[in-house]
């Protein structure tokens, strides 16, 4: 079993030698190169980022250890860091600071690191600062409600999990909150004169499911929406006709998923789809066709495919897989992370928090197979997993992207009430 | 600085209240936070002005994810009456700085939709799609203006440019079975014919292409639902005939 610290690429053989250091086996055969882009000898754009891309992928893979690991302190010390303040160049999310708490603190909650009561507590006061009178959340104090940073914002209340945490929220303004961005077309807007799209649609059936305020009413026409989004490739966009796309799909798929209504979709062409975003020679996936890999749809995917996995399943009455894990894990762990911790999209990109979040939630969904039980969703280990043992996170929930006991405990609490 | 304080005398400014000890607090530029408590002071006040246009568009250049800039912004052009001429050209100017900004589309669709001047429309996304021909809100905001003033025909020409720079366009791909199976001229038989050639030739070009088989697929299904709906009204039309 490798520690963490033995995690390290050999920055000195020039990416010439095909073994590590000790002479340890290559972590990919030599017949992997079968799976590299076929530029059909048509170069265009699109063909010559791709083969650059993954020039920079076979250079990480070939420096990489054949048993990577998490680099879990690295991580949990980078997002310590974040916690504690960000510079100046992080303007660009002061209108998303709910987002932060949430990404910061979901993978500390992945990595299974304690948040303390401290943190805990500050989560709340911050996020309760981002609370408007009209029931939603805004992206920072005194801005206007969003429906994203909501959706942030009850995400990260719902890891701190405590009776403060859930008292916070004023849940008859915020239903009055959500209805209020409901369109005729099933749809809903971001805010007032904000975008309509299936990223608002799930931010709205999240939130909602979570607090207990699902009613007929918020929910009347949100299928009939989503089935309009899905695309000919059978993938999910966010307004129907625009081009499927990874994240959007995801939010799409997510809404009918809890809403139970998967089966409105063309299920069998949404997995094709999805399936064929994984690239066969990085691993990760993309998010749309002809696209560059990005570790941040490690999720996005992972998540359709978990949930179709679910599904599909339940309602043939035999175990369906769909997920090709280990080259996904293998992206992941070898081209993922940053050398002083944290995530990232693709080599010779920097971490931040958002892929930090994502990666890890991909990592989650890849190592676990999940299954409906009376009491809620419960998680198996998908098995043959790379790497030692110690780079299992806990289980992340396909749709709501919080840990299994997370939503319940959440659910409960309103359910009582 | 983009805008004067010497300007903004009169009015308090109110700083930001984060509470004790805030998680994942930002250490703002000082112009930033400046500006940032005299908005907070304007959407308490209210107050809709030449000036308020001059702070939010240095909030949203510093910015251009805050949506409460944004839409207070709007807010104001509406009330003031304001050039929307001038706003078409501040969105340009955000729009070439940060072209992946959600913010900056429906806010030219709200200026835009009241202006009636598709080629300016159709040129600007052009001039964006020119500099990543795969930006997703700039294809979502191309097939508003397409739908709104009707430009179904010139748009086929320019997705066949765009494939012949790049036949892997996926987005590409995408508008033109968007334009097919939305424009309200009737498919035909003949159309499906000439889309199946249309994707076929293209994958002559590069067989390992998914965009373009995808495209394919998706013909031959749209086509089977055209069918299926068409056996199904002669079936009705033959029941009632003979009923």
Redesign the interface.
Known sequence: MWSDDEYTTASDSDGAAAAGPDGAVLLLPEEHENAA????G?P????ETQLEVEDSVRHMLHLARPHPSLMRRSHVSFIES??R????W????????PW??MW?LHSLDLLGHEISDT?KS??V??L??CQCETGGF???????A?LATTFAAVNALAIVGTREAFESIDRPAMYEFIMSLKQPDGSFV??????ADSRAVYCAINTAYLLNILTPELVDRVGEYIVRCQ???GGLS??P?????GGLAFCAAAAMYILGKMDMLDTDALASWAV?RQMAFEGGFQG????LVDGCYSFWHGAIISMLEEHLSAKKGRRVLLFNHKPLQTYILTCCQGLRGGLLDKPDKSPDYYHTCYCLSGLSVSQHVYSRTPSGLVATLRGDMIGPDTNLVHPTHPAHNLRLERVVAMRTFYRAM | MPFSASDWKDVVP?P??????????????QE?TEAMDLF?AV?LSGEKSARVLELTAFIIE???????AW?YR?DTVRALGSPLEDELKFVEEVAFETPKS?QL??YRQ?ISDQLNQPQREIDFVGRILALD??N?HA??YR?HIVSKYDLWDSELEYIDGLLR???????AW?QR??VV??RPAEFTAADLDAEVAYALSHIQ???????AW??L???A??CAVLLAARAHLLTVAAESCLS
């Open positions: 882009f076929n530029d059909d048509f265009t754009a699109t063909s974040g916690l303040g960000l510079s100046r992080w303007v660009s999310l002061d209108a998303s600071r932060l708490v910061m943190i500050r989560a006061s911050t309760s600062h805004a992206g920072g104090p005194g801005q206007l969003h971001m805010h007032e004169d904000g975008e695309s000919y490739d966010g307004v006709g625009t081009e499927a796309h064929n749309r066709p002809n696209k | 109110v930001q209240d984060d509470g004790v000890q805030p998680l994942a607090p930002i250490a703002y530029a930033y907070r959407l510093a910015n251009s994810s805050h949506y409460t839409k709007l959600y589309w429906p709200a021909s795969k997703y294809w979502a097939q720079d790049d036949v892997r366009n996926n987005s995408n079975f968007f199976s939305r070009k590069a067989p390992h292409n998914e965009s995808n495209y697929r998706g013909q299904s749209h």
